[in-house]
């Protein structure tokens, strides 16, 4: 069963900082895509960033460019979003979510979700 | 970018009748790289059509999806009492962007 497990959200205060993780398993995780999509509240979703399968290729909305950094670790089988110079726009939930096959951009598998709140 | 307007933003219905959402793209979206998902509060989305009309694994074939180019949709032939939740549309053509959702409520 795929499972993606996160961790990592809370309170930060503007232009701090906040890293997520996304532990995944039931997968080859290393053969996929994976991607961070958030949801701000009461608000729509909207794509943040995506990973490819080796890492050698990251994707940004222009939203969180030169802020957000996506990784991985294939050996832990976890996805990672590094979120700097927060601002209040940041606050969503925000999840991790695997393709249905490597590169196809939509997600039959997603996490729980983790709120990320920024404030002061 | 390419926008994706829902419509309406609210659809009052009964369970049993049929439901009708609307996905229109400001540019078309190419090889129907649209997808749907359902959304209950506190859940993440689920997925339900992929490729504008294919369901995804374990979805119910009460729900179907058509269109192309700019103008698709999702309908769900008879609502259930769980059917009742925000509907969205994404497409993945170019970088991945949503619609703002359709809330399906129990009339």
């Known amino acids: 069963e795929v499972q993606m497990l996160q961790s990592g959200g809370g309170l930060v205060q503007p232009g701090g900082s906040l890293r997520l993780s996304c532990a995944a398993s039931g997968f080859k995780f290393s053969s996929y895509v994976m991607s961070w999509v958030r949801q701000a509240p009461g608000k729509g979703l909207e794509w943040v960033s995506a990973i490819t399968n080796s890492g050698r290729n990251t994707y940004y909305a222009d939203s969180v460019t030169g802020r957000f950094t996506i990784s991985r670790d294939n050996s832990k089988n976890t996805l990672y979003l590094q979120m700097n110079s927060l601002r209040a726009e940041d606050t969503a939930i925000y999840y991790c979510?695997?393709?249905?096959?490597?590169?196809?951009?939509?997600?039959?598998?997603w996490g729980q979700g983790v709120l990320v709140t920024v404030s002061s | 970018e390419i926008v994706l307007t829902q419509s309406p933003g609210t659809l009052c219905l009964s369970p049993g009748e049929r439901a009708t959402l609307s996905c229109r793209a400001s540019?078309?979206?190419?090889?129907?790289?649209l997808a749907w998902y359902q959304q209950k509060p506190g859940q993440a989305p689920r997925l339900l059509i992929y490729?504008?009309?294919s369901r995804a694994t374990g979805i119910p074939d009460r729900f179907s999806g058509s269109g192309s180019g700019t103008d698709f949709t999702l309908t769900i032939s008879r609502l259930e009492p769980e059917d009742f939740a925000v509907y969205s549309c994404q497409q993945y053509s170019a970088s991945p962007t949503f619609g703002q959702g359709t809330k399906v409520e129990m009339k």
């Open positions: 490729a504008a009309s």
């Open positions: 979510a695997r393709d249905a096959s490597s590169g196809s951009y939509y997600w039959p598998y």
């Open positions: 540019q078309s979206v190419n090889s129907n790289y």
